[in-house]
Every structure is written in structure tokens, then in C-alpha cells.
């Protein structure tokens, strides 16, 4: 009898075909310490390994059946499959939702492609690889979180946890799956909504030549189609629409789409809405939007990395939702597309970041990894509604006592701007700010009265309180605009009283009245600031020793979500 395939949906509705093929199960598997299994021929298609994986959980996750929690410099994957003549009649298409931190992939023992980066989704063309039958596929993944060429995001660089860092990820942490697509094809598709004209436009991306054509459904219902001739490989057109439905936050709205391409056929989606800074205020479709955004770094007590089903990552939208969020900072990780679109269906509005901590930012040369994987985060995630803006940095702390190099990330952020002009960009969340759209703090003073006079001072003489201003010699300096706490609180609080390893901000309150006082008089500081557009609340849930969540790790709630929600969902001074 065979067992059911973990993380069995299609990992990318965004663009999603019917003819694909679920890979994820029982893969052969060894850990490569000594780093010598190319020498031992490990990518030969007829080496057996000596263990089994779950994939697509991390080696060091329960639900891999592996649970090492050690450092592992290398790993290895093999898995046979078997392929129909229809299936190798066109072309075949490898994908990987994530593999940390460099793979290399063999198919029946030739090197089909090399990625590097333990964020970004790849995909590799491996129809000169594969015949029909039997075929064996083989990843080979470094991984060293102790590099400073290599983010790592919140994984541990020491044996244990320890503080706002927890388990290790090495290798597969996202689903993979194989394509079958006909000699021409579509590639990818870009989408810039256009509210004001009711419109969406298109630029595609094709292999081949012919027509390309796109429907527009709401409520299954057409409304709306354009076909372009395609002769270059590229195409850009308008889609008009015969009916105006919203993107609008907490509510989602979402139009179906449909493209085809000869025997080619792809269904994707959109939300109809734009994005706007005036003055101190962040517009959604024209509106002031007060973003109540909380602090989530998708982790889980069994699958580390990887949410253990569909239902575990829309349940995390609807806790954040149940006590009166209405987005969150997808914090030093980048999420999978499926986490995404359900933020899109549901209307619940995230910042894409990037997990770049580990990283040696004082060394330009760094630029040589983070730039391409940050390009390839980029272009996937463009077409997320959900997605209001970019954060590729986060507090870049001096890295052994030298300072950033600012052409880092001022490099970093002209690319973002350069490939998205329609949403702003953070360049290092809280500091060292280079160049940025939005000048955000983080303050975890724990004390409402002073964390109030912080602010204060913006509305009455527009000054932004830092901790980091007195920095020399490359102070940050605030001169006026959009800006918000992105983070504050971190409250600690353990449900296990006593538990002396449980790590948060500043002294935990001594009981729930203590917490929720405390909690208000924080929220309420940034609510009733006319120069705030929103906050970011640390965090959504307890992550191993750091306690400090609305939620336990195993997302049971720790505070009363109706008192929580009356706190955060009231309205905001900014939003008159």
C-alpha cells in the first residue's frame, strides 16, 4: 500500500498546469560530512544511499524521519521514477520550491544545473536528461550557516538554539515537482493592475512562436480577454475588464485567469489594486490603510522550516486575523508561494523579506550571492497582491566590529526598485538605513508611558526617535516621510511559569492583567499617531526558547484573542 504524499497541492497555484507530477515522499538519503561523496560517485545513477528522507521536510525535522539536529555539511537525494512516452514528448521541467544552500542536480547521472541560494525557487530543463521508463534524480546540497557569504536567516550558528535563533535547515525544505509541457510554451508571466483604468497589463514570457491568448473570470464569470501574436519571445499587452472588483485587505477579491499558448494551457490569478505613499500615509487603492502587522518567521515544532500541511499555513493567516492583524512582516525568511496565495485569497497583506542574517555585509564581494537569489525572490513573488512591499535587509549590525559597506545595499535596493517600481522598498528594516522609501525603527522599550513620548515627538516637531542616531562615523539620519515601528514588544511570556530558558524583551510582566496593560499602552502609543502608517508586533507565536508570541509554539493561544483584537483593530489615527 503506499502512503500518502506529504504536502500533496500544487505548490504553485499562481501558475499551475494540469500535467505535473508530485515528488515529494520517501527519497534515498545520506548526510556528507567528509564532503567526499562526488569522489565516491554519489550521483551515479546506480549508487544506493543509506538512509531514507521525507521530503520535502529539512533532515533535521521530525516529519523527515531523519530529526539530526547536528551541523551537516553536506547532503545527498536519489529517487527513481518512471516516465510514459506522453510524458517525454515535449518538454520536462524540474522544479524546486527551495533547497538550502547550494544543489546540484543530476538526472540518470549527468549534471543537469547548479543553484545557489537556500531561498529562491529554481527550475531546471531536463529533456535531454530524461527517456521513458525508469530515470533516477539525484540532489546534492552544501550547506554552511557559519559562512558570511551565506544567509542564513534565524538558523542557529551554534550547536544549540539560542536567543531569536533556532533549528537549522539543510537541504530540500519545499516541495518538488516535474512539468510536461508541449515544444511551446509559456515561461512566466508579469502582471502591473491598473484600478483607475480597469485593467490589468501583461507582459509574457513564451519559448516559440504563436498566439497568446488570456481570459479574465470573477465569480466564474468572464469579464474580460485579449490575444497578442508572439514571434520574439516576449509579449506586452492590456487585458481590459468589463467589471471592477477590489483587492481589498481582510476581504481578498480575487480575479481567475486563464492563459493558452497552441497546446499550452495555464490558470493563474490577480487582485485588482495599487499602492501609494502620500506624506505619512501608506494608500491601498487610494485609501489609508493603518498596517496592524505582526511579526511571523515560519517555523514549526515538527517541520522546522516547512509547515507540516496546506491547513497549517492557512491557520497561521487566521490566528494572526482572529486577534485584530491584518498582515504581517514575513521576517528573515522568504515564505513559499502557496503561503502567499492564500494571503491573497484571504486579503491579508505581508512584506516579502529575505533571511539575511549570517551575512558579512562590510564585504562587497557578499553582493555575488545575495544579488542573484534576491533577483529570483523578486521576479517569483511580483504578481502577490498581498505583497505591499520589499524588504531584502534586516538591522545589519556591524559584522566582527566592521561596518556595513553601504554600497550593499544601496546595490540591493536599486535592483528591487528596478525590477518593481509599483511597491516601496525597505532597504535594511530598523538599521543601517542607505537609501530607502521608508525610514522604520525598532523599539522594544518596554515601558508605554516613555515608548509614547518616543513618537510623540514626530507629530509635534517631526523628529523621528532612534536608539542608533549617536552611530559614527554613517549615522542614520530621518528627513521626513513615510515611517513606522516595525518592530516593538516582544513581551515576555511563558506558559511554563518558571521556565528559565524562555527568552524575550525586557522583564516579563507578572501576570495576565500586567501583560495586557503593558500591551495596550504600547499599541495604543503608535494607534494614536497621526505620522505612523502602521506597526509590527513581535511576534505571532513562541519559537523554541523565545517566548515572547501572542501564541504557543504549537499555536495555542496564550492571552484572550477578543481583548487582543478590540486593542489592535480600532481605528487609527492616520486612517481619518
Known sequence: MNKPIPRPEHPEPMFKRESWLNLNGEWDFEIDNSVSGLERGYFKPDTALNSKIIVPFCPESELSGVNFKDFMAAVWYRKEINLSAEQVRGNVLLHFGAVDFCATVYINGSNAGVHKGGYASFTLDITKFVREGKNVITVYALDDVRSPMQARGKQSEEFHSHACDYT??????????????????????????????????????????????????????????????????????????????????????????????????????????????????????????????????????????????????????????????????????????????????????????????????????????????????????????????????????????????????????????????????????????????????????????????????????????????????????????????????????SVSSGDSKAWGYGDAPKSIDEFMTRYKGLTDALLDNNCMFGFCYTQLYDIEQEQNGIYTYSREAKFDCDALKAINSRKAKIED
Open 168 to 493: 537549522r535547515t539543510t537541504g530540500i525544505w519545499q516541495t518538488v515537482w516535474l512539468e510536461f509541457v508541449p515544444e511551446d510554451y509559456i515561461k512566466s508571466v508579469k502582471y502591473i493592475p491598473d484600478p483607475e483604468n480597469v485593467c490589468l497589463g501583461i507582459t509574457a514570457f513564451v519559448k516559440g512562436r504563436g498566439t497568446l491568448k488570456a481570459e479574465a473570470f470573477f465569480g466564474g464569470k468572464c469579464v474580460g480577454s485579449a490575444q497578442v501574436s508572439v514571434t520574439s519571445g516576449t509579449a506586452a499587452f492590456t487585458l481590459p475588464l468589463t467589471e471592477k472588483h477590489l483587492w481589498e485587505v481582510n476581504k481578498g477579491g480575487l480575479y481567475d485567469l486563464v492563459f493558452t499558448f497552441g497546446e499550452d494551457r495555464v490558470e493563474s490569478y490577480f487582485g485588482l489594486r495599487d499602492l501609494c505613499l502620500d506624506g505619512y500615509k501608506f494608500l491601498i487603492n487610494g485609501k489609508s490603510v493603518f498596517q496592524r502587522l505582526v511579526l511571523d518567521q515560519g517555523f514549526y515544532p515538527d517541520g522546522i522550516y516547512t509547515a507540516p500541511t496546506d491547513e497549517a499555513l492557512i491557520n497561521d493567516i487566521k490566528l494572526s486575523q482572529a486577534v485584530g492583524f491584518n498582515g504581517a512582516r514575513l521576517h528573515q525568511k522568504v515564505f513559499e508561494a502557496r503561503f502567499l496565495y492564500h494571503c491573497d485569497r484571504l486579503g491579508y497583506i505581508v512584506w516579502g523579506e529575505y533571511g539575511n542574517w549570517g551575512l558579512d555585509y562590510s564585504d562587497f564581494s557578499v553582493i555575488k550571492n545575495v544579488l542573484p537569489e534576491w533577483t529570483e525572490i523578486v521576479e517569483r513573488d511580483f504578481n502577490h497582491p498581498a505583497i505591499v512591499g520589499w524588504c531584502p535587509f534586516n538591522e545589519t549590525w556591524d559584522y566582527r566590529g566592521r561596518q556595513q559597506d553601504k554600497e550593499v545595499l544601496r546595490v540591493i535596493y536599486r535592483t528591487t526598485k528596478a525590477l518593481d517600481r509599483t511597491r516601496p522598498c525597505i532597504d535594511t528594516s530598523g538599521n543601517y538605513h542607505v537609501e530607502t522609501d521608508i525610514f522604520d525603527v525598532h523599539d522594544y522599550d518596554q515601558n508605554p508611558e516613555t515608548f509614547k513620548e518616543h513618537y510623540d515627538a514626530l507629530m509635534e516637531d517631526g523628529e523621528l526617535f532612534s536608539q542608533l542616531e549617536n552611530r559614527r562615523p554613517n549615522r542614520q539620519i530621518y528627513e521626513g516621510g513615510p515611517t513606522f515601528v516595525s518592530e516593538y514588544g516582544g513581551i515576555k511570556w
